[in-house]
T-cell receptor, first 114, second 112 residues
C-alpha cells in the first residue's frame, strides 16, 4: 500500500458522539497535517505535526484533538461536535524543511454532524 | 488582503481551447509554489510544481513572477477531463516545517 490513506471515508455522528479519524502515510515523510475543507472555502490548516511534535495549532476548538503516535500515523479525535463542523477532513504528509516538497493528500473523510 | 488570491471562476470553455489561470500571493518570503487539481468531492492532487524559470508538462505550462508575486497556469487544447478546480498553493519553510497556503481555487468546465 502506498501514499496516504484515511479512514473512514464517510462518517455521520451526533453532537454527543465521540469518534476518531485515522490517517496513515507510506511515503517516508516526517510531517503530517490535518486540513478542513468546507463548501466554498479554501482549505483551512488545522494542525501540523513535524517529527511527531505538534508545531502548529490554528486556533482549532478543543473539541478537535489530534494525536501523532509516530511519523506514519495521525489521528483526529472528535467529541461534542457542532453541525457547522460538517466538512471534508483531509490528512496530508510532506518532508519537513524541504521547500519543494509538496503535500500528498489522503482521500479525506466526509463528516456530517447531525 | 488574502494571502493567496485566485479568480474563482467558473471558466466555461469549449474543448480544444486554451485557458489561463492567475494567482497572486502577498507574502514575499514564499519559497515554493504549486498547482493542485481537485475533482468534485475528491482530495486535491498535485498537478505540477512551479519553478522560477517556468516549466511545462505536456499541455500544462506554469509561470512564476517573483517580482510581481504572481503565478499562472496555462492549459492548451483543453479536454473534457480537465474539468476540475485548480488550486494555487504557496509554501514557506518555517521552524516548524512547511507552511502551505491554498487559494480558494478556480473552477474550470470544459464543454463539447
Amino acid at each position: 500500500e502506498t501514499g496516504v490513506t484515511q479512514t473512514p471515508r464517510h462518517l455521520v455522528m451526533g453532537m454527543t458522539n465521540k469518534k476518531s479519524l485515522k490517517c496513515e502515510q507510506h511515503l517516508g515523510h516526517n510531517a503530517m497535517y490535518w486540513y478542513k475543507q468546507s463548501a466554498k472555502k479554501p482549505l483551512e490548516l488545522m494542525f501540523v505535526y513535524s517529527l511527531e511534535e505538534r508545531v502548529e495549532n490554528n486556533s482549532v476548538p478543543s473539541r478537535f484533538s489530534p494525536e501523532c503516535p509516530n511519523s506514519s500515523h495521525l489521528f483526529l479525535h472528535l467529541h461534542t461536535l457542532q453541525p457547522e463542523d460538517s466538512a471534508l477532513y483531509l490528512c496530508a504528509s510532506s518532508q519537513k524543511g524541504q521547500a519543494n516538497s509538496p503535500l500528498h493528500f489522503g482521500n479525506g473523510t466526509r463528516l456530517t454532524v447531525t | 488582503r488574502k494571502e493567496v488570491e485566485q479568480d474563482p471562476g467558473p471558466f466555461n470553455v469549449p474543448e480544444g481551447a486554451t485557458v489561463a489561470f492567475n494567482c497572486t500571493y502577498s507574502n514575499s518570503a514564499s519559497q515554493s509554489f504549486f498547482w493542485y487539481r481537485q475533482d468534485c468531492r475528491k482530495e486535491p492532487k498535485l498537478l505540477m510544481s512551479v519553478y522560477s524559470s517556468g516549466n511545462e508538462d505536456g499541455r500544462f505550462t506554469a509561470q512564476l513572477n517573483r517580482a510581481s508575486q504572481y503565478i499562472s497556469l496555462l492549459i492548451r487544447d483543453s479536454k473534457l477531463s480537465d474539468s476540475a478546480t485548480y488550486l494555487c498553493v504557496v509554501n514557506r519553510v518555517t521552524g516548524g516545517g512547511n507552511k502551505l497556503t491554498f487559494g480558494t481555487g478556480t473552477q474550470l468546465k470544459v464543454e463539447l
